[in-house]
């Protein structure tokens, strides 16, 4: 069974910073995309970042520049570090794993979300 256990979230005034982490654990023998999603109270999850297992990213408009997303395939986790944070940023932030194959085949995953609260 994998299972995936978020952490890094918390309280920060704006213009600062934190990280996230993902940790999958499990027998995992690979896994495809891993990206970060987030939902705000009364909005859509929306895609934040992923990275392929080629390491190519993609990234959400309003957070390019300032959110590095990045991946240890050794540790089966991914990061997302954030900086520059502003109030908008606020919401639950969920890690998501794509096409992670294991002894039950190819699934995908989710954390179970950490909040991210960004005071003005």
């Known amino acids: 069974q994998v299972q995936l256990v978020e952490s890094g979230g918390g309280l920060v005034q704006a213009g600062g910073s934190l990280r996230l982490s993902c940790a999958a654990s499990g027998i995992i023998l690979s896994i495809n995309a891993m990206g970060w999603y987030r939902q705000a109270p009364g909005k859509q999850r929306e895609l934040v970042a992923d990275?392929?297992?080629?390491?190519?990213?993609n990234y959400q408009e309003s957070v390019k520049g300032r959110f590095t997303i990045s991946r240890d395939n050794a540790k089966n986790t991914v990061y997302l570090q954030m900086n520059s944070l502003k109030p908008d940023d606020t919401a639950v932030y969920y890690c998501?794993?794509?096409?992670?194959?294991?002894?039950?085949?190819?699934?995908?995953?989710w954390g179970q979300g950490t909040q991210v609260t960004v005071s003005s």
């Open positions: 990275i392929t297992s080629g390491d190519i990213t």
């Open positions: 998501h794993l794509a096409k992670v194959y294991s002894v039950n085949g190819y699934h995908d995953y």
